[in-house]
Nanobody, 122 residues
Framework: QVHLVESGGGLVQPGGSLRLSCAASGTIFPMGLTTMGWFRQAPGKERESVAAMTSDGRTNYADSVKGRFTISRDNGKITVHLQMNSLKPEDTAVYYC??????????????WGQGTQVTVSS
């Protein structure tokens, strides 16, 4: 069983920055989770992919966050970060960490975190 725990959410003004982190624990293969990423879900909307990164460095970003958000992973391949700059009110959502062994940044993994709230408001 793999557990994903997010941290770093909160309230920020438009134009501000936040950094989300997610750490994996539990029974993880030695090569680490080959795909880790972030999804978000705003009230009344479906969950959508924000960014993902494979262990060999391939990334995928939603068009709405390109140029503003940056995903990164640590060398141990069990922690993923999302640096969010130039935040907009429409970025307000619950952000979920996602991970798995599919090795494809376009396909969500099997494991999900509990979510962390990000609110962008003045």
């Amino acid at each position: 069983q793999v557990h994903l725990v997010e941290s770093g959410g909160g309230l920020v003004q438009p134009g501000g920055s936040l950094r989300l982190s997610c750490a994996a624990s539990g029974t993880i293969f030695p090569m680490g989770l080959t795909t880790m990423g972030w999804f978000r879900q705003a009230p009344g909307k479906e969950r959508e992919s924000v960014a993902a990164m494979t262990s060999d460095g391939r990334t995928n970003y939603a068009d709405s966050v390109k140029g503003r958000f940056t995903i990164s992973r640590d060398n141990g391949k069990i922690t993923v970060h999302l640096q969010m700059n130039s935040l907009k009110p429409e970025d307000t959502a619950v952000y979920y960490c996602n991970g798995g062994y599919n090795g494809n940044p376009d396909i969500p993994g099997n494991y999900w975190g509990q979510g962390t709230q990000v609110t962008v408001s003045s």
